[in-house]
C-alpha cells in the first residue's frame, strides 16, 4: 500500500494525469483512498492505446531524472542482471518442481520439454553479455534504469468517460530494467494484442531507450528468458498457497477447468520463448 500511494502521489507531483490522484493514507490501519475512475475495463486495444502506453512509458523514463525520482524503491521482482532474470526462473521452477509429482501434466511440462529451453535461452543471453564485455551478472548501470509499475499494460488500466486511458495498480512501482518493462509489455498473458501492435510498442520503447547504446541488442537477447519467466508465474495456481489464495478472492473456481487454463497459457509462453531463442519475433 505504501509503495503504490508513494509511486502515485510522485507520478501527481509531477503532473502526470493519467494515473489515479492519491487522496490519503492511515497507514496504522492500512488503508489508502485514492481518486475513482469511472470507465470500464479494455477490452479491444486500439493502435492509439498502444500510442497512450508509449506516451506513458516515455514519461516515466522522463521522470527519472527529476527530484524526488532517485529515493524511489527498486520495482517488485527487478531483474537488473541477466542472472538476476536466470535466478528467479529456477526459484520458481524448484518451487513447482515440489508439487509436479502429484500434478501429472505439471510433471510433463516440467520434467521435458522445458529444460532444454531454459539452456539455450541462458546461453543466447551469456552470448550477448561476451559480446558486449560484461559479466552475466553485473546489473545494467544506474543511468540507464526506468521507472516503471513492474505489472504494465492494458490488463492494469480502464477507458474513462472521455476515452482517455488511466493506468491503475502500482503496487510494485519503481526503478526497473528498461528491457523487462520492453518485453513483458508484449509477452503478458493477460493482453491480447495483434501483431501490428506489437511492432507498434517495441519501435516506440527502442526510440524512448535509445539513451542506452545496448538495449536494441539486450532486450532482444534475454526477450526468451522474460517468456520463461511468465512461463513459471503462469504456473502459480498448482501451488496450493497460490490456489488458496485465488479462491479468496474467486469463491466459485473449479481448480481442474483453471489449472487447464494456466497450463495452455504457460505452453503458449514457451512457445514464445523457443521462438524469440530462433530470432526476435517484433522487429529486426
Given at each position: 500500500l505504501g509503495t503504490e500511494f508513494r509511486a502515485l502521489q510522485f507520478l501527481s507531483d509531477n503532473g502526470v494525469a493519467s494515473v489515479p490522484t492519491p487522496l490519503a493514507i492511515d497507514r496504522d490501519n492500512n488503508l489508502a483512498l485514492f481518486q475513482w475512475i469511472e470507465g470500464s475495463q479494455i477490452g479491444h486495444v486500439t493502435d492509439s492505446d498502444i500510442?497512450?502506453?508509449?506516451?506513458?512509458?516515455?514519461?516515466?523514463?522522463?521522470?527519472?531524472?527529476?527530484?524526488?525520482?532517485?529515493?524511489?524503491?527498486?520495482?517488485?521482482?527487478?531483474?537488473?542482471?541477466?542472472?538476476?532474470?536466470?535466478?528467479?526462473?529456477?526459484?520458481?521452477?524448484?518451487?513447482?518442481?515440489?508439487?509436479?509429482?502429484?500434478?501429472?501434466?505439471?510433471?510433463?511440462?516440467?520434467?521435458g520439454r522445458i529444460y532444454p529451453v531454459i539452456q539455450k535461452a541462458i546461453s543466447l543471453a551469456q552470448e550477448?553479455?561476451?559480446?558486449?564485455?560484461?559479466?552475466?551478472?553485473?546489473?545494467?548501470?544506474?543511468?540507464?534504469?526506468?521507472l516503471s509499475p513492474s505489472d504494465f499494460g492494458f490488463h492494469n488500466a480502464r477507458r474513462d468517460l472521455n476515452g482517455r486511458i488511466v493506468f491503475v495498480d502500482f503496487?510494485?512501482?519503481?526503478?526497473?530494467?528498461?528491457?523487462?518493462?520492453?518485453?513483458?509489455?508484449?509477452?503478458?498473458?493477460?493482453?491480447?494484442?495483434?501483431?501490428?501492435?506489437?511492432?507498434?510498442?517495441?519501435?516506440?520503447?527502442?526510440?524512448?531507450?535509445?539513451?542506452?547504446?545496448?538495449?536494441?541488442d539486450r532486450v532482444r537477447a534475454l526477450f526468451p528468458l522474460y517468456a520463461l519467466r511468465w512461463c513459471m508465474i503462469a504456473l502459480n495456481e498448482f501451488l496450493p498457497d497460490r490456489w488458496s489464495r485465488r479462491l479468496l478472492a474467486h469463491e466459485t473456481l473449479d481448480r481442474a477447468v483453471t489449472l487447464d487454463e494456466q497450463l495452455n497459457k504457460a505452453y503458449r509462453l514457451l512457445d514464445i520463448a523457443e521462438k524469440g531463442i530462433e530470432g526476435f519475433p517484433y522487429g529486426s
Open positions: 500510442t497512450a502506453a508509449i506516451d506513458f512509458v516515455r514519461t516515466l523514463h522522463d521522470l527519472r531524472k527529476v527530484d524526488g525520482a532517485a529515493n524511489l524503491p527498486p520495482a517488485s521482482e527487478t531483474c537488473l542482471s541477466p542472472a538476476e532474470i536466470v535466478q528467479q526462473i529456477v526459484s520458481r521452477l524448484e518451487t513447482l518442481q515440489e508439487v509436479a509429482q502429484e500434478e501429472p501434466q505439471l510433471e510433463v511440462l516440467l520434467g550477448f553479455c561476451e559480446k558486449s564485455g560484461q559479466a552475466f551478472e553485473t546489473e545494467i548501470a544506474p543511468e540507464y534504469r526506468t503496487e510494485y512501482f519503481g526503478w526497473e530494467e528498461p528491457a523487462k518493462l520492453g518485453a513483458e509489455f508484449v509477452i503478458h498473458p493477460g493482453m491480447t494484442l495483434s501483431e501490428d501492435q506489437k511492432y507498434h510498442f517495441i519501435a516506440g520503447v527502442d526510440a524512448i531507450y535509445r539513451d542506452d547504446p545496448e538495449y536494441h
